[in-house]
């Protein structure tokens, strides 16, 4: 699809139903999460007359692409009813209606960059999806709206899905559905130590999916030139090769510097300088389409700058200035995480 004149066109998803999945007062993953998302959209000089998609409800078998059978039971039997399915993933009696359009809201932003309609797209959905494995919620998540995306594009006849995951935390439900597959390259850049303690670099996939799987476990205090060395030495360079077809963006914001849960420094010119560099390493592949949707991000104004840059970012193609160098500790980590990938690609 070739750019509009004007500039690129993007796309957004929202829904009024994702305000209502609550957990009990104090819980970091709350609605006004998405007001304060929502601003930092409409900040953006982008997506002024950006079109919302109307988010069908994903269906069971939507669910069902990535999950098994008995989970989506499970999930299903929550509806209308308030309860927790582990620790930290409660559900309130609208919950499964808001994660099924959420993830009808990632299915139809998949559709609308596959059929040309947009080069980009954001979508603030809630609850959260990463850590949903195939058999289990997890860590707020109960159904994994970027995977469901990620094999639907497949279905629809994508070869090569990126699933970029800049989250603070590893997507360990991501990676599991996809640790066997080539067709979906999953990159996570994450705190580590941290939760859920999955995503060690020689966490490579498995099988068919060996050097599909690209994890960069940092230290906590990785800051913008933290960032932008491990994309410049190892992210970049492997998604310019992967030439994907379909880019998706596990877009969380909590490895912003004000953070409560996460420990990383990355503000609005880090979001910035990644966004940019992604859409630019992509454009040059056979493949220039780009789907943010939203995960973690617990500071309401860290949350706000974080998406409003992100968008930003799409159409200035300037890069902001990154300050400061990498310290010993974080080099090590990502020549680590090269070294494990050295044998699957050509890295700097
Ligand atoms: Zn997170």
Known sequence: MSEVKGGPVLCLADDALFEEHVSPAGHPERPARLSAAREGVSSAAIARGAPT??????????????????????????????GHLDADTFYSPRSFAAARRATGAALALTDALLDGQADFGFGLMRPPGHHARPAQS??????????????????????????LDWDVHHGNGTEEIFE???????????????????GA???????????????????????????RAAFERLVLPIIEQYAPDLTLVSAGYDAHVRDPLGGMQLDGDGYAWMTRRL????????????????????DLGGLRESVSRTLGALEEPALPEIAGSVGARHDAQIAAAARAQSAFWRLP
């Open 53 to 82: 998609l109307a988010a069908r409800d994903a269906s069971l078998d939507d669910l069902a692409l990535v999950h098994t059978g008995e989970y989506v039971t499970t999930l299903s039997r929550i509806d209308g009813k308030s």
């Open 138 to 163: 997890m860590g707020f998540c109960l159904i994994n709206h970027v995977a469901v995306a990620a094999q639907h594009a497949l279905g629809r006849g994508a070869r090569r899905v990126v699933v």
């Open 180 to 198: 066997n597959d080539a067709e979906v390259l999953y990159i996570s850049l994450h705190q580590s130590p941290q939760y859920p303690g999955t």
């Open 201 to 227: 670099a020689t966490d490579v996939g498995l099988g068919a999916g060996k050097g599909f799987t690209v994890n960069v476990p940092l230290a906590a205090g990785a800051d913008n030139a933290v960032y």
């Open 279 to 298: 859409v630019d390493t992509v454009r040059s592949g056979p493949g220039h389409r780009v789907a943010f949707l939203l995960e973690g991000g617990y």
